[in-house]
């Protein structure tokens, strides 16, 4: 016998339907427990999540800051190893072709095209310390906020002193991080808008506290510093302080300036990474 269906006419296919019949109720002894499921939308309703709690809103903004970071400092080390490798590689052949110049012409190109490859590097370098200083990780924090003061202040022609203790404060590398933007941000600041020709930056442990105060003689804050629409850069310190458990005042100093005051709890520091 062949394989298929078998003919049409081997089914009963008739089908009596009587109009306007209801659906019979179920019993209630013999309901299943899909019969006595809610409807959707309480079924819906009663499953919901509620609003995230504020500890898990802010370890959700420490991991997104503390994976940009990771980010920056990938992208930095590529910059500074791979770009930086390059760069001194092509120095070394143009050394070499400028040993074997015979014409002046010759000469002078090969000496204006190491002068844009030192350039390139400087650009480099910089770059890469914006998006993350290797020296944070290779020297410590205070040798960072060092060397960040020194470009600052010859970027803007200023006098930027440093204070700080002997050694780094005992804080994780997150928190270390998060202080280094602070003062990355509050040197933005002076640069932009307090029109001064002096600041000095302070970075100590007291007590339990980490407490760095950056302070400056310009133009000083408007009261509603943080309130303004324009104020991105100090609510972001704001927002790099509160995820660190810390505080920030904001005060114009006696006479003129500016002065930032952030105190950081060191066991809440060291519990954050």
């Known amino acids: 016998m062949p394989c298929g269906l078998p003919a049409a006419d081997a089914f009963d296919t008739s089908v009596t339907l009587a109009p ?5 109720p179920v019993p209630q002894d013999q309901r299943t427990p899909t019969d006595a499921s809610p409807p959707f939308a309480e079924r819906r309703a009663l499953h919901a999540p509620g609003p995230p709690s504020p500890e898990a809103l802010r370890a959700w903004a420490v991991s997104l800051v503390d994976a940009r970071e990771e980010e920056r ?9 791979e770009l930086g490798q390059l760069l001194t590689a092509l120095q070394l052949e143009l050394a070499s072709l400028a040993l074997v110049a015979r014409e002046a012409a010759q000469a002078q190109r ?12 400087v650009a480099v370098r910089r770059i890469s310390d914006d998006l993350r200083p290797l020296m944070l990780d290779d020297l410590g924090l205070n040798a960072a906020v060092e060397s960040l003061a ?9 006098e930027v002193t440093v204070r700080h203790d002997e050694a780094d404060p ?3 590398p997150s928190v270390a991080t998060a202080l280094y933007r602070i003062v990355q941000e509050a040197l933005t600041n002076v640069a932009r808008h307090a029109h001064a020709t002096d600041v000095s930056i302070d970075l100590r442990t007291q007590g ?9 003689n310009g133009v000083g804050l408007p009261e509603d510093a943080l309130e303004r629409t324009d104020s991105w850069g100090l609510r972001g310190l704001l927002e790099r302080v509160n995820l660190c458990g810390g505080t920030l005042v904001l005060e114009n100093a006696p006479g003129s300036g500016a002065r930032m005051t952030v105190r950081l709890p060191i066991d809440t520091a060291e519990g954050s990474a």
């Open 110 to 121: 090969i000496a204006s095209m190491k002068a844009l490859i030192d350039e390139t590097m």
């Open 208 to 216: 339990r506290e980490t407490v760095l105060k950056v302070e400056d």
């Open 170 to 172: 005992p804080i994780q």
């Open 73 to 81: 400092l990938r992208i930095a080390r590529g910059m500074h190893d």
């Open 150 to 158: 020194r470009t600052a202040a010859a970027r803007m022609g200023i």
């Open 20 to 24: 306007n019949t209801p659906p019979r």
